[in-house]
Structure formats: structure tokens, C-alpha cells
């Protein structure tokens, strides 16, 4: 069993800061990259950032120079350090990350469950 624990989320006046966490947890071998997405209400999930095990990090255009995406690999651990945030942030971030358990061949992708980040204008 592999679970993906989100934390941080909450409301923010326009123009703040949030840091978001995300463990993996369970029989975990290894983790490949790990992300965040978010969800705004009535639209498609989007990629928020991406990051490998070696710590190359990529990022959606609408979060570019705002966000930063990093990573402890020891303890199969990611941060969103969120800045300037703005209404349009507003979404629900879910974890997302590539795990091989104990006898896995390959890497299977897993989902946290998410946090609200509700940005106030």
C-alpha cells in the first residue's frame, strides 16, 4: 500500500505565501518524479511543477517565477513554496508520484487525495 499525504493548504489573502507538503508513505522501493497538480472548480486538472530525483524541476507557464517545487529524497518528501499568489490559484493540489513497491517491475503512478488553497481577492 502507497499513500500520498498532502498538508498546507488553506486560505490566503491575494499576494501571500503558502507551502505545501507531500509524503509518500508504504512499501516503497524507490520514487521517480513526483509533482503537483491542481483542480480549479469546473475545469481540468492542470501540472503545476514537476520535479526528478535529481532535482531538475519544470513548472506550468501560469506559476513560472512564483512557485517552487523541491524534494528530500530520503524521506520520498515534496514542497510547494507557493508566492504572490493570486484568486486564480484557487484549486484543490493534489501529490503525484511515480513509485515502484517491493516486487514491482516498473513504476506505478499514485494520487494524493488534495488540499484546498483558496486564494481571496
Known amino acids: 500500500q502507497v499513500q500520498l499525504v498532502e498538508s498546507g493548504g488553506g486560505l490566503v489573502q491575494a499576494g501571500g505565501s503558502l507551502r505545501l507538503s507531500c509524503v509518500a508513505s508504504?512499501?516503497?522501493?524507490?520514487?521517480?518524479?513526483m509533482a503537483w497538480y491542481r483542480q480549479a472548480a469546473g475545469k481540468q486538472r492542470e501540472l503545476v511543477a514537476r520535479?526528478?530525483?535529481?532535482?531538475?524541476?519544470s513548472y506550468g507557464n501560469s506559476v513560472k517565477g512564483r512557485f517552487t517545487i523541491s524534494r528530500q529524497n530520503y524521506n520520498y518528501t515534496i514542497y510547494l513554496q507557493m508566492s504572490s499568489l493570486k484568486p486564480d490559484d484557487t484549486a484543490v493540489y493534489f501529490c503525484?508520484?511515480?513509485?515502484?513497491?517491493?516486487?514491482?517491475?516498473?513504476?506505478?503512478?499514485?494520487w494524493g487525495q488534495g488540499t484546498q488553497v483558496t486564494v481571496s481577492s
Open positions: 520535479i526528478t530525483p535529481e532535482g531538475d524541476a
Open positions: 508504504g512499501r516503497i522501493t524507490n520514487v521517480d518524479d
Open positions: 503525484n508520484a511515480d513509485v515502484v513497491r517491493p516486487g514491482d517491475m516498473e513504476f506505478y503512478n499514485y
